[in-house]
Structures are given as structure tokens and as C-alpha cells.
């Protein structure tokens, strides 16, 4: 039986994964998952491990107010309320994608600017300023927070076993950010699958992930991987046109709840 083995929430983009039980959906994927980024203060651009490997040692803790608890060593604890509605709107580029969205204000902007080490803003999307997804893939009214494209990010637990049996040491999921691991099915089932259902919730599966160097960043310690892996075995096997494809991408269709150990039907 295919089965929900595992549930992922990164309330910071970039920051420490989450591991949940159950959580809701909302229009934008699982509550509170990306819906806070660090931008560089001068050019609003987005920040992540890719050139801030410490960001992986960073807790940014969702709570059911919307708002964030920061913390890490050697930092103090800092509670960042949800920005309301008069709070400063900021411009901010994340890839292609350029938008105005609250900032979480100075308090805020000291303590990830002591973290990050250089002049850095907090900033947070609500659903009604989230971004498009990716053009050519899924629907025109597709939303997503701060996530690199989807809202949804799903690998079977088979996938990432094939690829340590071939790296000759076992790799953490975590390495790969996703949302959903699925239990039960063959090493990259989810490669033909198009739609899903886990409890009440459908799932359309509307892209393959590419993989970049943040998979080689230890999430445990934010130390990269001498051997640079698990990305060169993934270029001997999984290597497409458009880039080193690891884990689905996936839009939900509706709002629900979701809870480690649900079964996964397979819609088409």
C-alpha cells in the first residue's frame, strides 16, 4: 500500500525543515510552508543556502498565528509577529518573479542581518500577493508563497534509497526539502504519475524537480559535501535537458488536511 510516511514544513525559505504529524493545505500548499524570506536589503533578491550555507542551521518556527520564531546558536530567540495590514510593503526579486510584499520590520531586519552578516530584510507573503506558478505547467490560477516554483514537493522513499545504495552511504531526505515522502511504491513511481489523491486531497503532479548545489549541503551540520553528492550521482542517472531531476512537483487542488500515514491512491 502506498502511504504518507512523511510530512515537511520550511516556514523560512531556505531555513531548517519542519517535521509534522498533520497540517492543513491552504491555496498555496501546507500552512505556513515559504511563506517567510531573507532578501538582500539594497536589492530586495532573495537569499538562500545556495550562497548562505548557514542558513541551513537557521529555525524559523511556523505558529498558528502566521507569525515566526527565529533562533540560532549564539543568537538570541526572536518571535516575529505576522506584519499586519499597515505594515510597509517591500520590493523583492525571487528568480524571475518580481513583487511587493510586507516586511516584517526592523527588530526583525537586525536579527537576520547579525545572522546573514550583511544588511538583510525579513519579508512574508499573503495568499493575496503570492506568486503565479511557473508558465506552461499546471493552471493559470496556480499560486505559490516563496517556493522555488510549486507549492508541493513529493519524493518516494524508494527514490532516495536507490540513490544512497548507488552513493554507497545513506543520504537525508532533508537534503531534498520535499513536503510529501511516500512509502510503498518502486524507486521513482512517482515519475509517471499525474494525479493523486492522499485523504480528501487531489494532487496534480505538473513538473519534475531539478536539483541544484544546495542538495549537497549537510542539513544536520551546513558543511557541503566534499564528494560533491549526492548531485554526481544523480548526473550519471537521472540527467534531463532540463537539469538533474529528483522528486515531483505538485499543485493541490482544494484546501484539506493531511496526517502521516494517510494511503496515496493513484488518480491517473
Known amino acids: 500500500m502506498l502511504r504518507l510516511s512523511a510530512l515537511y514544513r520550511y516556514p523560512l525559505k531556505s531555513g531548517k525543515g519542519q517535521a509534522l504529524q498533520q497540517v492543513g493545505l491552504d491555496k498555496l500548499g501546507l500552512d505556513g510552508d515559504r511563506r517567510w524570506m531573507l532578501v538582500d536589503e539594497p536589492s530586495g533578491r532573495f537569499l538562500t543556502q545556495r550562497a548562505f550555507a548557514h542558513m541551513s542551521q537557521l529555525s524559523a518556527i511556523w505558529n ?60 512574508q507573503v499573503p495568499v493575496a500577493r503570492a506568486r503565479t506558478t511557473a508558465s506552461g505547467y499546471g493552471k493559470d490560477d496556480d499560486k505559490v508563497a516563496f517556493a522555488d516554483g510549486f507549492p508541493l514537493l513529493l519524493i518516494g522513499q524508494a527514490s532516495l534509497d536507490d540513490l544512497s545504495q548507488r552513493i554507497g552511504r545513506p543520504m537525508e531526505m532533508l537534503r531534498f526539502r520535499p513536503n510529501l515522502v511516500i512509502e510503498g511504491s518502486e524507486a521513482f513511481a512517482e515519475d509517471g504519475w499525474k494525479r493523486v489523491r492522499i485523504g480528501d486531497v487531489e494532487l496534480r503532479v505538473v513538473k519534475s524537480c531539478s536539483r541544484c548545489i544546495l542538495t549537497t549541503i549537510d542539513p544536520q551540520t551546513g558543511e557541503r559535501s566534499a564528494d560533491r553528492q549526492p548531485l554526481t550521482a544523480l548526473e550519471a542517472y537521472r540527467k534531463e535537458p532540463d537539469g538533474v531531476m529528483f522528486g515531483q512537483n505538485l499543485v493541490n487542488d482544494g484546501v484539506g488536511r493531511l496526517e502521516v500515514g494517510m494511503p496515496l491512491t493513484i488518480l491517473e
Not at 549564539?74 to 510593503?89: F, I, K, R, Y
Open 64 to 123: 498558528n498565528a502566521g507569525g515566526l520564531t527565529l533562533s540560532a546558536a549564539g543568537h538570541p530567540t526572536l518571535d516575529v509577529p505576522l506584519p499586519g495590514s499597515d505594515a510597509e510593503l517591500r520590493g523583492v526579486t525571487i528568480w524571475r518573479d518580481t513583487l511587493r510584499v510586507p516586511d516584517a520590520g526592523d527588530e526583525a531586519a537586525a536579527w537576520v542581518s547579525e545572522f546573514i552578516g550583511k544588511p538583510t530584510r525579513l519579508v
